[in-house]
């Protein structure tokens, strides 16, 4: 049996263990996943116990910029992003892959959100980063709205063609005017939007947290009838990304990623 897992801190409310066993089962693979608690620092020691047991690894923070050193090899997009959330192994080592920037676009596409020239980022970690590499093709400018300074070059090198511009945190309120906002903030981060200057909706809200269920920035978008993509939305698209880096026949999940979202979504919901 080929087995795979989640890493990170916290892991308990993980939802990736029932998204990615329905779509083993859908697929018919001999399969198994599991969630481990690895903290920050850990990965090392975990890499070099554990991984002859894995076919692959998802990877949540705080382990997605952290495992960049530690791998054989990284994808080009990778490391344009400087995060990592899936590791695959095979007989020449260990690899590092992205699959939340295809996530953001695969979830954008299958909602037939169009990606205006002007898109406002919540959040300075490695979601954002992958946000803005996903939209990068399409926007002209990302406005970023970040809580630490020390991020900005990281997130300006996520776009190859957009311009990017990083804003502080108490001029959030400014982009609840975009067309497309993408949250990528931490538990709560939003809760002040939420109250303050959610009063008109102009456009789609991505909120890419599942976990609390809904967010309260999403919550008000609702009450208010905005459109939205939620947090389940990205978390079965990038596994469904993981499903195809770790398969050994790619072509077998291409050729059915609708009836795998359609299975694995109603899996996380029934979970919430």
């Not at 329905?22 to 690895?38: M, T």
């Not at 005017?177 to 909706?201: C, F, H, M, Q, Y």
Request: with cysteine; glycine share 6%; aromatic share 8%.
């Amino acid at each position: 049996m080929m087995r795979a897992a989640v890493l990170g801190s916290p892991i308990a409310h993980s939802l990736s263990p029932v998204i990615h066993q329905r779509a083993y089962d859908l697929l018919g693979w001999d399969w198994s996943y599991s969630k481990c608690e690895v903290a920050s620092r850990h990965l090392t020691t975990f890499l070099s116990e554990r991984s002859g047991e894995f076919r692959g690894l998802s990877l949540t923070m705080p382990l997605k910029e952290e495992a960049l050193a530690l791998l054989d090899s990284v994808t080009e997009l990778g490391k344009r992003v400087y995060a990592v959330n899936t590791i695959v192994f095979d007989d020449l080592g260990s690899h590092g892959f992205n699959t939340d920037v295809q996530g953001f676009r695969d979830a954008l596409k299958y909602r037939n959100v169009a990606i205006p020239e002007e898109v406002a980022v919540l959040g300075g970690g490695a979601t954002a980063r992958s946000a803005i590499a996903a939209v990068d093709d399409f926007a002209k400018r990302i406005f970023v709205y970040s809580r630490s300074e020390h991020r900005t070059r990281a997130l300006v090198n996520s776009a190859e063609h957009a311009i990017v511009t990083v804003r502080p945190w108490e001029e959030v309120g400014a982009a609840m005017e975009n067309k497309l906002i993408i949250s990528t903030t931490p538990k709560g981060a939003t809760d002040g939007i939420a109250i303050n200057d959610v009063n008109r909706v102009h456009g789609t809200l991505f909120e890419s947290l599942y976990h609390p269920w809904p967010t309260r920035l999403l919550h008000k978008w609702q009450e208010k009838s905005g459109n939205y993509l939620d947090g389940l939305d990205l978390l079965v698209w990038q596994a469904i990304g993981q499903l195809e880096v770790m398969s050994f026949n790619p072509s077998e999940i291409v050729d059915r990623r609708g009836d795998l979202f359609v299975a694995m979504r109603e899996a996380a919901l029934a979970h919430i």
